[in-house]
């Protein structure tokens, strides 16, 4: 006589969990999309002269149904400095990231910024790339020769 109601019970535990669990996942999901869309997550600059800072400017829209912050954007090295809008991007605004590379060693590079948003847990990983040579060198593929 006891045993029923305890079963019963127990079944519905289960199943409330089992409704928690689903909407937490779902949950999880939905928030999973960046609010911030992007024209390009990546840029090759090309053969650029060492010792001449290279600047892209990577342009976004907030397509979320309210307002964003960008917590940080922070860069992999020192040679590259990320500028970020630091007050809040109102729900369809765009805006822009700049990423400013140094250029002070020659060679190929590839550099990440990784774009943290307020309550998203994926950040937004913005990449620029290139090969930095001497001046002449730079002149040479600027005019095609």
Do not use: R, W
Not at 8 to 26: E, R
Request: glycine share 4%; aromatic share 8%.
């Amino acid at each position: 006589m006891f045993q029923q109601p305890f079963l019963i019970t127990t079944h519905m535990k289960k199943v409330l969990f089992l409704i928690i669990a689903v909407f937490s996942i779902a949950t999880v999901f939905a928030q999973s999309k960046a609010p911030l869309e992007f024209k390009e997550v990546k840029h090759t600059f090309g053969k650029i002269k060492q010792n001449v800072p290279a600047t892209y400017t990577f342009k976004f829209k907030n397509v979320s149904a309210t307002p964003v912050i960008i917590e940080n954007a922070t860069a992999e090295c020192g040679c590259t400095t990320p500028v970020y809008p630091k007050s809040v991007i109102a729900k369809g605004a765009t805006n822009e990231i700049k990423v400013t590379y140094n250029a002070a060693n020659m060679g190929s590079f590839t550099k990440k910024v990784t774009v943290k948003i307020a309550k998203i847990a994926e950040p937004i990983i913005l990449t620029i790339d290139g090969e930095v040579v001497d001046a002449a060198a730079a002149a040479k593929a600027k005019n095609g020769k």
